[in-house]
């Protein structure tokens, strides 16, 4: 399995990718899925791919024969033009070996998610479907995700606002999105690419990629976790009803609520007073 996202905000991207392609009880194996295309100061493109390896390897090789040659992506005249163009391989290679994968009961698998900026135009964000369509990122939808997304989506989620979440702070989010999914999910592993590329930059000047032991990794995951109990202890107590002895759970008369007190107040503290609602009351 796999996890790559990239976010998009008005100060440019930052793209980020897991290196684990396996994961098994005698096999694991590592292959990067972070794939820079550039022309600098003309162009720039990432490419992050998840799904079947040898399927995204052929896209991969097809995008980079031709950008050598000076087609293609080397060619594209904006983020959209670029997408369609990566579509097109991905279709290309699909025609080759969807049939033979099919006939032997497997999916042709190809999800990549494409970040960069032609000269003179805005930067874009973009995910190609394994059926060569492009979806774009926006500025209510500011981040894309393929691979095992759902445990790292709640943070950016809540966290990635396209008009106020800065190149440094979408970082900071894309490498807790990463390290929240390896906490849940074995499937998904070190070494982590992480970009960030700044409007008009043209090239890549900011990479970095973290192995499992990295201070910088353990020291962000180490006060992250820190954090998140800080925050829980500071949270208002949840306030529970409460059932008189003898009364049945299941009955529609009255109820008994606790208006004063937490579970938690220590026996000296004086006991929650205790109020009868009835059923005109629930509705006020």
Not at 18 to 36: E, F, I, L, W
Not at 51 to 69: E, I, W
Not at 195 to 219: C, M, Q, W
Not at 268 to 283: F, I, K, N, Y
Request: with cysteine; charged share 25%.
């Amino acid at each position: 399995m796999t996890y790559c996202l990239g976010i998009v905000t008005k100060y440019g991207l930052v793209m980020a990718s897991d290196s684990r392609t396996q994961a098994g009880y005698d096999q694991v194996n590592v292959c990067r899925k972070m794939h820079p295309f550039i022309q600098p100061g003309e162009r720039v493109f990432i490419i992050l791919a998840s799904g079947s390896l040898s399927c995204t390897q052929s896209v991969l090789t097809l995008l980079r024969r031709d950008f050598n040659a000076g087609k293609g992506l080397a060619q594209a005249s904006s983020m959209y033009d670029a997408a369609r163009l990566i579509g097109e391989q991905v279709r290309k290679v699909a025609e080759i070996d969807r049939p033979a994968l099919e006939r032997d009961e497997y999916k042709f698998n190809v999800h990549l998610i494409v970040g960069g900026q032609v000269k003179g135009e805005p930067p874009g964000l973009f995910l190609i479907y394994p059926q060569g369509n492009p979806l774009e990122a926006t500025e209510e939808s500011p981040f894309l995700q393929i691979g095992e997304a759902k445990y790292g989506r709640p943070i950016l989620d809540r966290g990635i606002r396209y008009d106020r979440t800065t190149l440094e702070e979408a970082a900071k989010y894309a490498l807790l999105s990463l390290d929240s999914t390896m906490k849940s999910n074995v499937t998904v592993g070190p070494p982590i690419d992480l970009l960030a590329y700044s409007v008009n930059d043209l090239d890549i000047t900011r990479h970095k990629r973290f192995e499992a032991d990295d201070p910088g990794l353990l020291k962000i995951r180490s006060r992250w976790e820190q954090a998140l109990r800080q925050a829980v202890l500071k949270l208002p107590d949840i306030r529970f009803k409460a059932r008189t002895a003898g009364l049945p759970a299941t009955t529609s008369q009255e109820t008994i609520e606790v208006v004063e007190g937490t579970l938690g107040d220590s026996p000296a503290e004086p006991a929650p007073q205790l109020v009868q609602r009835s059923p005109e009351m629930d509705g006020k």
